[in-house]
């Protein structure tokens, strides 16, 4: 599906695959989810959200889309829970190979796992950041391992390191799986004043941040397929996100699971918000690292271990 406008209406210039340094693709999938479907309506509702996003970033004091935002066209695949995880995982693959910061928004969480393995096959000693409020850590479910359920399991078994935030939910079955000296859990992290420098402390260099909007409370944000309470607010995620753009090198990201509600457009709008305040901290971080070090070379592009020939 071709995607006719740029994100956020930004000026043309800024939204060619040629110059844009971050691409995004939306993946329309909702094909495993197990309670309120609607999660295939997300990536519209968030590309609407951010056409009355304000570019300029009051925090960052800066305007992100500069470093050139490619909307790629929509992934619709819906045949079969593999066929999109083959077509994620392909696609993200391409545009890694173009030396390009690679983001996606869904769609439920089970698009993530193709996107995660493109990214940890071509990184060495990569950290996977789950913010959720789900474990996701089963092998399979509903016959597949490519549900929903299961969007964690290839990277807790391939993945260098996962990292695991925000946890308030899961199966008992879980546990045989789950690193425990690497997950914060809800409960916990209410206590827990340094959860934020403890979890950096466990990542490696590079990282890669995939964030189920279900980890945000639902009072904050209600629109999403399984709402649990108890999430993180908007500030300290906002923090969480900054600490980690500062203190490593973010090599891409994605956002799932919005699941719009008809006659309120709050929780698309955040999600539309996140998204570029996330871009904005990943750049800004890498300009500051510039100037530090007094360094020519653009760290935001250190993307890939190779490029393709074009």
């Known amino acids: 599906m071709s995607n006719q406008k740029t994100f956020g209406g930004i000026p ?19 094909g495993t989810s197990t309670y309120q479907k609607g999660a295939d309506k997300g990536p519209n509702a968030f590309l609407d959200a951010a056409e009355n996003l304000e570019l300029y970033d009051i925090e960052t004091d800066s ?42 928004f869904g769609g439920e969480h089970s698009i993530s796992i193709g996107a995660i393995k493109a990214h940890y096959e071509h990184y060495d000693n990569l950290t996977i950041v789950q913010i959720d409020a789900h474990a996701d850590l089963r092998k399979s479910y509903q016959g597949s391992p490519y549900n929903h359920a299961c969007a964690l399991y290839d ?23 789950m690193d425990y000296d690497k997950v914060f859990f809800a409960h916990e992290m209410l206590l827990n004043e340094d959860w934020m420098e403890d979890a950096i402390d466990l990542m490696t260099d590079d990282v890669y ?49 919005l699941c719009p509600i008809e006659g309120t457009k709050v929780s698309e709008f955040l999600a539309a918000k996140l998204y570029y305040k996330m871009l904005s901290y ?3 971080a890498n300009d500051e690292i510039i100037d530090d070090d007094d360094e020519e070379e653009d760290n935001s592009n250190k993307i890939a271990k190779f490029k393709s020939n074009e």
């Open 209 to 257: 941040i995939t964030f189920d909007l279900d980890a945000l409370d639902p009072s904050i944000f209600p629109g999403t397929g399984t709402p649990e309470p108890g999430g993180l607010m908007w500030y300290e995620t906002l923090e969480f996100i900054q600490k980690i753009m500062k203190e490593r090198n973010v090599v891409g990201f994605d956002l799932v699971e």
């Open 282 to 284: 990943k750049f800004a």
């Open 63 to 104: 305007e992100v889309y500069k470093e050139g935002i490619y909307l790629a066209d929509t992934i619709t695949e819906d045949a079969s829970p593999e066929a999109v995880y083959q077509t994620v995982y392909n696609k993200t693959k391409e545009y890694i190979a173009k030396n390009k910061f690679v983001t996606l």
């Open 155 to 177: 990277a807790s078994q391939n993945a260098d390191n996962l990292i695991q935030i925000g946890i308030r939910s899961m199966d008992k079955s879980e546990k045989t799986v």
């Open 12 to 30: 043309e210039e800024f939204g060619q695959l040629a110059k844009a340094k971050i691409v995004l693709i939306p993946v329309t999938y909702d």
